[in-house]
Structures are given as structure tokens and as C-alpha cells.
Nanobody, 124 residues
Framework: QEQLVESGGGSVLSGGSLRLSCAAS????????MGWFRQAPGKEREEVAT???????KYADSVKGRFTISHDNAKVTVYLHMTSLKPDDTAMYYC??????????????????WGQGTQVTVSS
């Protein structure tokens, strides 16, 4: 059973930066997608950024140019570096993984394993 643990959330002022980390443990699949998602109060969970084991990435339009997703295979960790943060980025951020990611990008509801979330609050 794969386990994911997020860290790095916090409170920042608008324009600030944060780096989120997602450490994976348990069985690690060789072909995977891992993603960062967020959910603000009263809103549906949305995809923020995803990365495949071959390092291809995908971003939501709202974060392109501001957020960067990366992974460290040796540490089995995925990062989300967030810059130029805005109040609209305030949400609970979750990482998730999808094993056997060999085809098209998975939909949100196809991700099998989820972390517990880390809160990001951006104030103006």
C-alpha cells in the first residue's frame, strides 16, 4: 500500500513563494503519474500540476508560469514550487499517485492514492 505525506504548506503574503513536498513510501510503481491537486472551501477539487516518471509535466492554466512540479526519484519525493502566489491560490493542497501511468493523462478520479493534504493560505 503506497502512502503519501505532504508538507510545506503555510501562510504567505500575496506575491510570496512556498515549496510543497510529497514523500511516497510503500510500493513504488515504475510507471506512474503523480499530481498536485487543491480544494478551496465550497469548491470542487481541481488539478494543479502533474508529472510522469519520464518527467513530462502538465499544468492548470491558472498556475502556468508560476508553479513548477518536479520529482526526486532517489528520495521518492514530488515537489510543487509555487511562486507569485495569489489569494486565489488559497486551498488545501493534496498530492496523489496513479500507478501504471503509460497512456493518456489520468483524470482526477483515477488517482489511486492520496495524501492527507497541506494547507496553503495566501493573504493580500
Amino acid at each position: 500500500q503506497e502512502q503519501l505525506v505532504e508538507s510545506g504548506g503555510g501562510s504567505v503574503l500575496s506575491g510570496g513563494s512556498l515549496r510543497l513536498s510529497c514523500a511516497a513510501s510503500g510500493y513504488i510503481w515504475s510507471s506512474y503519474c503523480m499530481g498536485w491537486f487543491r480544494q478551496a472551501p465550497g469548491k470542487e477539487r481541481e488539478e494543479v500540476a502533474t508529472i510522469r516518471n519520464d518527467r513530462r509535466t502538465k499544468y492548470a492554466d491558472s498556475v502556468k508560469g508560476r508553479f513548477t512540479i518536479s520529482h526526486d526519484n532517489a528520495k521518492v519525493t514530488v515537489y510543487l514550487h509555487m511562486t507569485s502566489l495569489k489569494p486565489d491560490d488559497t486551498a488545501m493542497y493534496y498530492c496523489a499517485s496513479y500507478p501504471y501511468c503509460t497512456g493518456s493523462w489520468p483524470n482526477l478520479d483515477e488517482y489511486n492514492y492520496w495524501g492527507q493534504g497541506t494547507q496553503v493560505t495566501v493573504s493580500s
